[in-house]
């Protein structure tokens, strides 16, 4: 009976201090191993989402011009079609944190519509496409509204800037400025240039994005 006794006394004696202490030291291990990799994974799936997300909002954009023959830029149409130079935007965004801009500039003190309202709902009122018209708003242009940017700010695009003509100069004989549609990236500051020339143009800093022009 004793050496039963003394099996079953071992069984139910739970751990000690030694092998406790080497549980932990291994969980401690793997933590510190793991945690970097977590970070990274995590990261780079933000990346990736504010590419994808940029990528979806120039190719509404670009469906956008192709049903209409202009880009969404006003906030009020004119007998269903562009709006008056006074109703232009700079801007389109979308929801989110105005994302900071040093120094302030027009990526952030512009005036701004939103993309939902000219890619989903035609709250401008540009003329509707019919059966008896090739051009028209055919919308949606979005599957689904663009949320904020993953660290919580808006996307921007400085749609102000863009031109239709063949030429790599605008009407008045300057050179056309890049035309972006950007996520201000982890630090939440946009360092890429609002009126850059196509023939340089380049992202700051870490801001994500993709050029519509």
Same mark, same amino acid.
Do not use: C
């Given at each position: ?54 990528? %979806?909002?120039? *190719? #509404?954009?670009? +469906? ?7 880009? $969404?830029?006003?906030? !009020? ?30 990526? %952030?003190?512009? *005036? #701004?519509?939103? +993309?939902?309202?000219?890619l989903m709902t035609n709250v $401008?009122?540009?003329? !509707? ?65 609002f009126g850059q020339s196509i ?15």
């Open positions: 009976m004793s050496g039963r006794q003394t099996i079953t006394a071992r069984s139910h004696r739970g751990f000690t201090l030694i092998e406790l202490t080497v549980v932990l030291a291994v969980i401690v291990t793997l933590a510190l191993v793991l945690t970097p990799s977590i970070a990274n994974f995590i990261n780079d799936s933000r990346f990736t989402r504010a590419m994808s997300d940029s990528q %979806t909002i120039a *190719s #509404a954009i670009v +469906l956008f011009y192709r049903d209409n023959g202009f880009f $969404p830029a006003w906030k !009020l149409a004119q007998n269903g079609g562009p709006g008056l130079p006074r109703d232009r935007i700079q801007l389109l965004v979308s929801p989110g944190r105005v994302p900071q801009e040093d120094p302030p500039g027009l990526w %952030t003190t512009g *005036s #701004a519509g939103l +993309l939902s309202e000219q $401008p009122g540009y003329s !509707l496409r019919t059966p008896m018209s090739q051009n028209g708003w055919n919308g949606p242009y979005l599957s689904s509204e663009i949320s904020t940017d993953p660290w919580g700010n808006r996307y921007v695009v400085n749609i102000q800037l863009i031109d239709t003509s063949a030429s790599p100069t605008t009407r008045s004989g300057e050179v056309k400025a890049a035309v972006w549609v950007l996520s201000a990236g982890p630090n939440g500051i946009i360092e890429t240039p023939l340089s143009a380049a992202r700051g800093g870490d801001d994500i994005g993709v050029r519509l022009q």
